[in-house]
């Protein structure tokens, strides 16, 4: 089983943290707790109002948020409660000792156009993934899982998944009038039941590339320069590309070419914009940032 990984998040309030893993705590639930005699459904909870600045402790989703009391600062235990909620999320404890009755979650989808024709984005009102996951084929997907029962419909042929969104590309059997409010309606109902996207299959830290599952670069194990690459990406593409539907990932820059390659993933895969997007846009905007070190972007489908 995979392992948590616990990474602190600021918010704007001064006196919360959330503690976010790379995996979801809860499903369709979130708790809070106000004191120690409050948190008995959570062992975890009881074991961090042992700290005396935890004022209230909330769990939600793939978090834990703390409140604390001023008389310390963040800076100066963040990473030992960060650390100490690590241990406790890879341990044998359950995080809740009570069955929750599960509740049928008010759920809205709506659907939304994306630049490439090919492709709708379908976004929900709830938090669907942690992390970013692609479906190229059924064979991608877990049994019992709303990404495996989507591909029942015969004009499915890949789903892209991140943050609250669907992006479904279909097979040209069918039109996205004739198709959307259906797909939308189950999507929906079945969120409400309590399906869960899955996971893809092929490993991760994977992508899929012209058919072949590849191995993507570790940031730390980066030259400075696509470093410097995939921190313009990650603040200044992705935000963008997201909101139609796509991702942008960074596969490997070349110092003797100053050329950049990028895997396009949901909308930006196959999209007839992409090129032009990347020519206009992400290739100008490297080159300004970074001159000299960018000549060139290559974009892949994925």
Known sequence: MEKHVVQVVPTTNEAIIKFESNQFLVKNESYEFKNIDEAKPSPLAQQLFYLPFVKTVYITQNFVAIE??????????????????????????????????????PVTVYAEATPNPAVMKFVANKKLVVNSTEFKTIADTEENTLARSLYNFPFVKEIYADENYLSIHKHDIATWEEVTIEIRSFIREELEKGAVIGTSKHESGTVKKDGETIELPKFDNLDDVSKKIVEILDEYVKPAVASDGGNIVFENYNEESKEVSVILQGACSGCPSSTMTLRNGIETMLRDMLPGKVERVMAING
């Not at 963040?74 to 404890?93: A, M, S």
């Open 68 to 105: 604390r009391y001023d008389i310390i600062a963040w800076e100066d235990v963040q990473d030992e409660v960060r650390e100490q909620i690590e241990n406790y999320l890879n341990g044998d404890t359950p995080l809740l000792t009570i069955e929750t009755q599960q509740k049928k979650v």
